[in-house]
């Protein structure tokens, strides 16, 4: 049903067509999502228990009549809008071209199947 | 006031119905039904999403935490934008890829095995009745309140309403439901936040000195409503994972053409729910200040008036005509968007009923188009059904507590279960039971003895268990796979999923 390529350097990927180059897309997806993954639940989960255990900290005054856990709140208002554009771009000109490499490859080997 | 409610949801009924008529003469095949042909474009699943998510807990339940208990509501709305980060990195675009109409569908292609799928299809279902449950006691309080009709006449309305845009119209019209009711939401909240700033000359800030000069220093702190710690960190878990376990959401992105599209949806949405979101904690700030907590908690003990309220009082208080219009407005907007998330509710429970297991589990695939459109409209009307059922029943129960129930369940059992299909090469069907048990059970056994149901008598602490359910889903799902042991076929097949999670191609 598929055809194998044959010459595939590490054994896991020998059992796909193009599974080298999806795997290196993976591995590529993987270096961008890691630390936007890490950043968001740092800040987000950082402030719930915050919230739960440091409420004096979350009381001091930064802006005015604004304390830290309001301006902490806003911040993860500004961490999510950030990541997801940032993502996308990054996903447009590095994900996007990758795939469309291993879906004209794979669309070429797998002819007939 | 009824008058001018009565109007404006009349109006709103007429455009939907309108929409359904025409979606209905477009659904004829099962993409059709479920998925709206996957002809939506990013911005149109955009806003969809956003009527999908923001439910009428949103809408008004935020508002009126914030100007009841200060932080704690500020804290309750971000996490449902935070939650679409999750969504965006790892759900959207595998999710599209690789399944066809339902969350079934990934686990049934990974897996190729019955029980896996019937795993997937009761975490659906659970999740999605725990959510339905609250949505339908919710739509009878509040018709009974701005209609004066009765509770039970108010719930069979609703139903009603969900089911001809479900079972006549699938997917298309209600997306399209969404779409209206998301729109006229985003509308509202602009006029509203717009009123209430010019007030105070366009200086937000006002409202958080006179909540705190009013109501104390403890007010801007977290903790007035959500007393236990742990409870802060479970509901920030639960939003967090939980969302992308949600059937009834994560369904929409079938609704567009590719994985590329998919992803640029959830950033629409999360421009969209988020601003509303953030508005949310300006509308309680300024309730609490115009308002006032004494008025909220007369027209409701839980605030969830607080909105309409603000609105009326904005608009030129109580008796004026410009009040009255506000609070006739936002009234018949949020239910409209009550009706619409029980759409959707109902079209993703019957996706489960009707596709995985009729079509899929039971039939085996073998099922022609015109009865696979057929078996998906008579189970949309059969859940419809039990759902306001279920409605009526929940009169004068704390229901409120099933969305956390729901949101907890997703955390814990589906989204593990989702996540190791899609990543974890070794992870296998018993994984998906493991997983799927573990998580369930636990988190529906912690709800149970907990204080939500038990009171001072509770066994155990926490409202939200999600901190302790998380991992025992995920405990469930790696021991499951262990136990199963290895299987060198389907290991080696994960080389041909990733590649058609990652790209989509089929072969």
Known sequence: ?113 | MNGITIGIFAAILALTLAITAWAARRTRTATDFYAAGKGLTAAQNGFALAGDWCSAAAFLGFTGLTALYGADGALYAIGPLVAFCTVLFIIAEPLRNTGTYTIGDVILYRMKRPPALAAAVLGTIVINLAYMIPQMAGGGVLLKLLLGLRYDVSVVLVGLGMIVYVAAGGMLATSWVQIVKAVLMLSAGAIVLLMAVWQVGFDPLVFFSADEARYGPSFLLPGNFLKNPWDEVSLGLGYVLGLAGLPHVMTRFYTVPDAKTARRSVVWVMFLAGAFFACTTIFGLAAAHFVGQDAIRAADRGGNLTLPLLAQYLGGGKGSAGGEIMLGFIAAVAVATIIAVVAGLTLATSGAIAHDLYVNLIKKGNVPQRDQVLAARITAIAVGIVATLLGILAEGVNVAVLVILAICIAASANFPVLVLSLFWRRFNTRGVIGGMGLGLISSVGLALIGPAYLGKDALWPLVNPTVVTLPLGVLGAVLGTLIAGRNDAHERRFDEVMLRVHTGVRS
């Not at chain 1, 915050?50 to 208002?77: E, Q």
């Open chain 1, 1 to 113: 049903m598929t055809v194998v390529i044959p010459n595939t350097k590490t054994d896991r990927t020998a059992s796909a067509p193009g599974s080298a180059d999806v795997w290196a897309l993976v591995a590529t997806k993987l270096r961008c999502i890691t630390p936007m993954i890490a950043i968001y639940v740092t800040a987000y989960l950082g402030l719930a228990i915050l919230s739960g255990f440091a409420k004096p900290l979350l009381g001091t005054k930064v802006l005015g009549p604004v304390n830290l856990g309001f301006v902490m709140i806003a911040l993860n208002y500004l961490v999510a809008w950030v990541l997801a554009v940032i993502y996308a771009r990054v996903a447009n000109r590095v994900h996007d071209p990758l795939v469309q490499r291993i879906m004209a490859r794979a669309n070429n080997d797998g002819r007939g199947s």
